[in-house]
């Protein structure tokens, strides 16, 4: 194999290191393999490669420098394999929460860690986009909080998994989402989609616009209306398939028309946080909707209801909107006019308002489950 990476192995144990070592020796296909037992040198080797490695790190023990590394690696590379002695399904989440592609219990098997880093080594960019998701935020109905749940969860979103994660702004006539993080972007999805078309995917990073200091990478709508016109379902279907390759969660934000455009956005996400209210015409538009989501045969639990504005002393209990709608309801968010409105207004997350009020510790919460729910899908490979 050619152009294998650096493999670096940290780990406290060192009979553990040389028989990693002469594992990896025994593949023949890679040129460079570096041990550490000093968590911080490895970790500073790493940052030096320039997200071109292979890391196989060892959390068995729970020492400061250990954590540290382990929660900011996967800043730095997605070549991660984990190892422990303790495989409990806690460890095996922990270490998917990581950023691990694949957990490996010790003491290591030869041919385990064959497979895994041989997979690793051919990988390239666009394989391990696969385990990205896309994550849409939609209604049929206008001014549902859709935009306000899109901005809101990405950017608790980046604080819960540590990860880069990119809000799209696909509304594309009637975009808000650079008004509500209060951002000037120079490009926006149409610069992206006209440099995918010219083949210049390595710049199309350029077009996103980063909110403050954090993870999230924003995408705002097309400047003018005829550009917004001129964008196709092919082009849309190009635009998520590179962003795959870069970011592990994709938020979008859309309009509630339904046209061409958003049957594709809605059949390429792998969730649609589907939106309602709690009232008679919003709960008839989601079934309507929800029949035409049956007849495009999404997978099960790919449509999740989200009610938002929910209120406890509402005449319409949830049990009665799941019997209308034959679907459980994934998350309530509860009604909280003023902080969102001041959050809108000041252009900041709901959280920077007020971090310790019901709607701010509903996105915390939201985010953490979305997070969960994504991590236990991978989980269930390792369930024997
Ligand atoms: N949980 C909530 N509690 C109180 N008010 C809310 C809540 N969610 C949204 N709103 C209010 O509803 C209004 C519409 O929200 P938002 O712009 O997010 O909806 P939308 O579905 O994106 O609308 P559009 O269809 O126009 O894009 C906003 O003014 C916002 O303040
Ligand atoms: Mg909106």
Redesign the pocket.
């Known amino acids: 194999m050619q152009n294998c990476p650096p493999v670096i192995v940290l780990d406290k144990n060192k009979n553990s290191r040389e028989i990693i070592k002469s594992y990896l020796e025994q593949l023949g296909f890679i040129k460079s393999i570096m041990l550490y037992e000093n968590y911080s040198q490895g970790f500073e080797e790493i940052k030096s490669l320039d997200g071109n490695a292979i890391v196989i790190l060892d959390i068995s023990e729970k020492s400061k420098d250990v954590e540290e590394v382990a929660e900011n690696l996967k800043l730095f590379t997605s070549k991660i394999i984990i190892t422990s002695t303790n495989y409990s399904t806690n460890t095996i989440v922990r270490a998917l929460r990581l950023g691990a592609k694949e957990f490996l219990p010790k003491p290591v098997l030869r041919e385990d860690l064959a497979r895994v880093v041989t997979m690793l080594a051919s990988q390239t960019e666009e394989d391990s986009g696969s385990e990205s998701k896309i994550i849409t935020?939609y209604?049929n109905?206008?001014?549902?909080?859709?935009?306000?749940?899109?901005?809101n969860l990405a950017v608790e979103l980046t604080k819960v998994t540590k990860d880069k994660v990119a809000l799209i702004d696909l509304?594309l006539q009637?975009?808000?989402i650079s008004t509500?993080l209060n951002l000037k972007p120079s490009f926006d999805v149409n610069y992206v989609i006209q440099r995918l078309l010219n083949k210049e995917e390595d710049i199309l990073i350029k077009g996103f616009e980063k909110y403050k200091n954090t993870s999230l990478y924003v995408l705002s709508d097309p400047s003018y209306i005829e550009q917004a016109e001129s964008i196709t379902p092919q082009q849309i279907s190009a635009l998520f398939s590179a962003l795959k390759k870069i970011f592990p969660y994709i938020i979008v934000?859309m309009?509630?028309n339904i046209d061409p455009n958003t049957l594709k956005i809605l059949d390429c996400s792998d969730w649609i946080l589907f939106?309602t209210i709690v009232n008679i015409p919003a709960i008839r538009n989601c079934q309507r909707c929800l029949n035409l989501f049956r007849s495009r045969r999404y997978p099960k639990d790919k449509v999740k209801i989200v009610v938002?504005?929910?209120m406890d002393n509402e005449e319409i209990k949830i049990e009665d909107i799941e019997n209308a709608l034959s679907e459980k309801v994934y998350w309530k968010?509860?009604?909280?006019?003023f902080?969102?409105?001041e959050a809108?207004n000041k252009g900041v997350s709901i959280s920077e308002i007020n971090a310790s009020s019901n709607?701010a510790n509903n996105f915390r919460d939201f985010a953490s489950k979305v997070s969960d729910d994504i991590i236990e899908q991978s989980v269930i490979k390792y369930r024997i």
């Not at 968010?333 to 006019?337: H, K, L, Q």
Request: net charge positive; glycine share 12%.
């Open positions: 935020v209604s109905k206008g001014g549902i909080g859709k935009t306000t749940i899109a901005a509304n009637l975009g808000d509500f934000d309009s509630s939106t938002n504005r929910y968010v509860p009604n909280n006019y902080t969102i409105m809108i709607i």
